[in-house]
């Protein structure tokens, strides 16, 4: 149980386009979703916090224009990059919790590469 | 003062050797401790999940938690080269969603 799946797991995109990444909770209705960005041999950067039908919370220092988060469901958030640029390529990674307890269970994450 | 500490290592050990990982904090409010796995280029994977203090086993692995001493530690028996991997420890405190993550402790098991 608790399975997390993201779309796309890799993607190569042009400067200036928009990419968006879609999460899943494949078994349960997750209350709340997160998304993160990890740069290579660094741990976990929180960038926002969503609820079902509510406003993303972002935090300090991630443009929320820049990085639109979606909730629209119980099962399924979305992160769209927008106007992408080369120091946005990283690894895109969604977890999400079920509200019960605090645990956190994550995405196999999505590559972007902006070119 | 960061407010969870990890060696990033890496930690190099023989084919089954006990692999000890352990992280240290600073809240004092923390109350779930969580231990993930994850390998090159995938999102990490849940290994343990332990609230306050004590020890979880399963498997070969064993989670400790010592609230009095801010300090959780995770034990892996009989290790084998698929344990290769970088650990990250993460913790939160009651009725707060956000996880605190150490920087992650790269293990090697060498065949």
């Known amino acids: 149980g608790a399975v997390v799946s993201q779309h796309p797991s890799w993607v190569i995109c042009k400067s200036g386009t928009s990419v968006k990444i879609e999460c899943r909770s494949l078994?349960?209705?997750?209350?709340?979703m997160f998304w993160y960005r990890q740069f290579p041999k660094q741990s976990l950067m929180l960038m926002a916090t969503s609820n079902e039908g509510s406003k993303a919370t972002y935090e300090q220092g991630v443009e929320k224009d820049k990085f639109l988060i979606n909730h629209a469901s119980l099962t399924l958030s979305t992160l769209t990059v927008t106007s992408a640029h080369p120091e946005d390529s990283s690894f895109y990674i969604c977890?999400?919790?079920?509200?019960?307890?605090?645990?956190?269970?994550f995405g196999p994450g999505t590559r972007l590469t902006v070119l | 003062q960061k407010e969870v500490e990890q060696d990033p290592g890496p930690l190099s050990v023989p084919e089954g050797a006990i692999v000890s990982l352990n992280c240290t904090y600073s809240?004092?409010?923390?109350?779930?401790f969580m231990w993930y796995r994850q390998y090159s280029r995938k999102g990490p994977e849940l290994l343990m999940y332990t609230y306050s203090s004590g020890n979880k086993e399963d498997g070969r692995f064993t989670a400790q938690v010592d609230k009095s001493s801010k300090y959780i530690s995770l034990f892996i028996r009989d290790s084998q080269p698929s344990d290769s991997a970088t650990y990250l420890c993460a913790m939160s405190a009651t009725g707060n969603n956000r996880l605190a993550f150490g920087k992650g402790n790269q293990v090697v098991v060498i065949p």
């Open positions: 078994d349960f209705q997750a209350t709340t």
């Open positions: 809240n004092s409010a923390f109350q779930y």
């Open positions: 977890s999400a919790t079920t509200g019960i307890t605090d645990t956190q269970y």
